[in-house]
């Protein structure tokens, strides 16, 4: 056995680490506190998330009621309402390129956005909003430019009927923006409402191949028709080629129509160019909620009798009360003016269709009752002429919507009004246009009228001045022959 004695006051030297470990060293402490602060910054990050009124993603603002999309100058080029609920976003938390959500207002859901680049220049969003409780409808509004749609075709449930006991009503579209769809779909349509090129259906055998799948969602969803928005030129790119060459390119909107002519029963087109005989409902453009000759209330009887006299006789005037988005009445929040809607109804009355996108049951019971007055009226009066002019139409050419100038053509008086029009020859409507109006001067032409009151009008032509109209009552006379 061997013994090592060390005297008392005896002091071991320490070792230096050696000159190949310290690197190693250095290197796990800085990964040490970049991995630190990699986990301070997430809970920051997480923690502001959670505190913010918006989230930011690329160029997208998320908000608790929706969310709005700006270009590389920051201007607003899209805007997406939240109609079923307000997001809860202290649930959200963002992982990669997805920005997820797990609660709104009303409870649990399951809701992302998913940014996507499918080319450089090119930036995408995908949006789910999934509720996670059975029954609530799931309703958002998106707005770009001039246009205003609905929902999408990727919902569980519809709350929009798509058919109503004793008649046929046209159901929601489908749009093209459908991400499931973005495939099929990309072979004959090129987005562009963000990216502000110009995009075009491609009009030989690519109609054809969509008429074929509107058939397909007819038969087998029940679908009774289709709206077939947009087709004017103003669609078309600058510097424009097609399969075969337009000489004009009006004729493109000619082939756009012509899309309608399979679904021609119930199909309603807003575009016309040497296109009379396709016999389906041509919608004048968008009206705004106002009472003038500016697109507003007075300027829909002379456009309904011009497009009339031009050959398309039957004629959707657009949506009662106008186009409220935007809403362009003094006063008004988030629906027309209550005279202004109840006059426009009761014009429509009159006219070959009645547009209902504004309820009546968003004003009161008085408007609710009205609008019932001249449903009825329009069923049991109108619509039995109109029939019967429709039968006409192929064999004389002659407008169901006429003139007052149509019956008394050297009457230079009738030539000047503008307020008035004929259905056929035998029954003219005088609606009163003004504001806080109830009364209005009514021109009467040569021959014998009986007044809706039942008044009997023999000394004509004349004026009746003032003659008086309730807010519930729409002056109409019928020929006594």
Known sequence: TMYTFLPENFTPVKQKPSKELRPMLGAILLGLILFIAAVVAWCYYTVSLRKAERLKTELMDLRADGFVIRNQHGEVVFRLAFRSGSLDLESCSKEGEILSCTRSGQGPLNFFIQTVKPKDTVMCYRVRWEELAAGPAVEHTMFWEDAHWYGGSEMST?????????????????????????????????????SSKAAAIKINDAR?????????????????????????????????????????????SRRYTEMAIPFYELAEVRVGYQSQNIS????????????????????LIPTVLTISMLGYPFVLPDMIGGNFLPNKTDGAVEVPDRELYIRWLELSAFMPSMQFAIPPWLYDKEVVEIAQKFTELHESLVAPLLLELAGEVTDTGDPIIRPIWWISPRDEAAHRI????????????????????????????????????????????????????????????????
């Open 280 to 299: 389906c409902f041509f919608r004048i453009i968008d009206r705004d909620s106002v009472w003038g000759y500016e697109l507003g209330l007075k300027s």
């Open 418 to 481: 503008d307020s008035q029009f004929l259905i056929g020859d035998t029954l003219m409507v005088a609606p009163v246009l003004e504001m806080g109006k109830q009364e209005r001067d009514v021109y009467l032409p040569a021959g014998k009228w009986r007044s809706y009151k039942g008044e009997l009008f023999e000394k004509t032509p004349v004026l009746l001045t003032d003659y008086p109209v309730d807010l519930d009552e729409v002056a109409y006379f019928l020929w006594v022959s």
């Open 158 to 194: 519809q709350h929009w009927p798509i058919r109503l006991a004793g008649y046929q009503e046209p159901v929601p579209y489908v749009t093209s923006d459908v991400y499931s769809f973005r495939d099929s779909f990309g072979g004959i349509l090129e987005r562009y409402w963000l």
């Open 208 to 252: 054809d191949w969509f008429q074929s799948h509107l058939r397909q969602l007819r038969h087998k969803y029940g679908i009774s028709s289709f709206k077939f928005d947009a087709g004017e030129t103003s669609y078309l790119p600058k510097q424009f080629s097609t399969f075969r060459p337009l000489s004009d390119p009006s004729i493109w």
